[in-house]
């Protein structure tokens, strides 16, 4: 308790010191979750103070005083003490309801950002942006503000789908499905977005009758509400497209995505993201028809676009890429497939974590090369890699997994025919299912 009480003393010795602009910025600070704060978002939480104003504040009465820490370049970090004390000199300020609401409109922003268009890795930038939006959700409490907590819960659940946590994104959505629906009518266009996330979520979890009266329901509100010709309609149009693709309902994907993307080429740029996206998502179904020279030029069409939008080292790019590649090795043309595939892995595991499901895709591509050109000493430990990640983050019975489980199958009958069993490593995830090859299991 003295000790407490000695601490207590400190600090609001340290408090009395700072002039009434570091007691601000001090205040906003506590609003941030205690994890790496950018210092970009306090300055968008105070816009009425000049840039140049607000660092020398943070450096001469916070830095200076070892009120805040830095811990990265432009990113800085409260102790738990400190953000517990200011928390509640914020409490006390007349504008504390002011800041709060500034706090939340920048974290749901820097929340879209992040999805959109990060800067160094969507995997760390969403994480951070995770947490703060879990501090400010925690703070929506009061009935007026349902639909703010709805917003927040949709980009919670938004980006725990793009780092592929979809057991803890599931919930959200339907939680912010929920509010919106109650608050805003079943038509809402607000209520559509959410409708079309959840259906993505749902189908990249191979639940696709789940996802189908979904996807049909946006689809319909959006064409009702926004005209058949609108870019939001063809986007609905791609998401049932995809569904139908993953169905194995090919004729009716196509013709949804060709509808997509006749209105994207009519309504948007030419370099527009979303035909990029419509020309690739095109491109893939016309790979698993063997349809390879049609899927080959609109693959190169939206590369063109993507390069010229974020880069050749974007994610864009990389998965454009790996795409393309998996097509010239199905083709046999296997000099062309591996360079791409050794240029889109690491920017896709930069990007998204390592253990990321789109990663254990990728991974498989670059096993399913190998093993095509004999090489399967170079393909076995990829096998696995791909095979720990999609049984850790989706599950045994998803389509990813059993095709992953079937290709290192595949690679361990060819290595027992070839006599090479030897060559094969100790790892349990290898040795267990050569020991069910070897005993007949049919289901191994």
């Excluded at 922003?109 to 930038?125: D, F, H, M, T, W």
Aim: aromatic residues 8%; glycine residues 4%.
């Amino acid at each position: 308790m003295t000790a407490s009480l000695g601490v207590a003393a400190a600090f609001e010795l340290s408090w009395q010191a700072l002039d009434e602009s570091a007691q601000q910025v001090a205040a906003v600070l506590s609003l941030f979750a205690l994890v790496e704060i950018p210092w970009t978002l306090v300055e968008q939480c105070l816009p009425e103070v000049d840039a140049e104003e607000l660092e020398e504040i943070r450096d001469r009465a916070l830095l200076g005083a070892n009120l805040l820490k830095r811990v990265d370049q432009g990113m800085y970090q409260l102790h738990q003490l400190l953000r517990e004390f200011f928390a509640a000199k914020r409490s006390q300020r007349a504008n504390d309801s002011a800041l709060q609401q500034r706090f939340y409109e920048v974290v749901i922003a820097e929340a879209k950002r992040v999805q959109e268009k990060p800067e160094r890795s969507l995997i760390k930038e969403s994480t951070v942006a995770i947490a703060h939006l879990q501090v400010a959700m925690e703070r929506l409490t009061r009935p007026e503000q349902a639909l703010e907590a709805a917003t927040c819960l949709f980009w919670l659940a938004s980006l725990y789908h793009d780092q592929g946590r979809y057991v803890e994104a599931e919930p959200l959505y339907l939680r912010s499905l929920s509010i919106r629906e109650q608050q805003l009518g079943q038509d809402h266009l607000d209520v559509v977005l959410n409708l079309g996330t959840l259906a993505k979520l749902l189908r990249v979890q191979g639940r696709y009758p789940e996802a189908e009266p979904l996807c049909l329901r946006a689809l319909a509100i959006r064409e009702r509400k926004l005209g058949a010709d609108a870019p939001d309609v063809a986007a609905s149009l791609n998401d049932l497209a995809g569904l139908r693709s993953s169905q194995k309902r090919y004729p009716e994907a196509e013709t949804l995505y060709l509808q997509a993307l006749a209105i994207s080429e009519q309504q948007l740029e030419a370099d527009d993201p979303f035909v990029a996206t419509s020309l690739n998502n095109l491109a893939g179904l016309y790979q698993l028809q063997g349809r390879s020279d049609e899927a080959e030029s609109l693959y190169n069409r939206a590369l063109n676009i993507s390069e010229r939008l974020y880069g050749e080292k974007s994610f864009e790019v990389a998965e454009i890429l790996h795409n393309l590649a998996t097509l010239y090795y199905s083709q046999e043309q296997y000099s062309k497939a591996e360079p791409l595939l050794l240029f889109s892995l690491p920017i896709h595991e930069r990007w998204l974590g390592e253990t990321h499901p789109a990663v254990a895709i990728t991974i498989n591509s670059l096993a399913n090369l190998y093993q095509l050109q004999g090489r399967y000493v170079e393909a076995e430990p990829l096998y696995v890699q791909a095979l720990e990640i999609l049984l850790n983050r989706l599950d045994n019975d998803h389509r990813h997994t059993q095709t992953v489980q079937q290709s290192f199958r595949l690679l361990l009958q060819k290595v027992m025919w070839a006599r090479q069993a030897e060559q094969l490593s100790d790892h349990p995830v290898t040795q267990k299912l050569l020991r069910r090859i070897q005993a007949g299991d049919t289901n191994a």
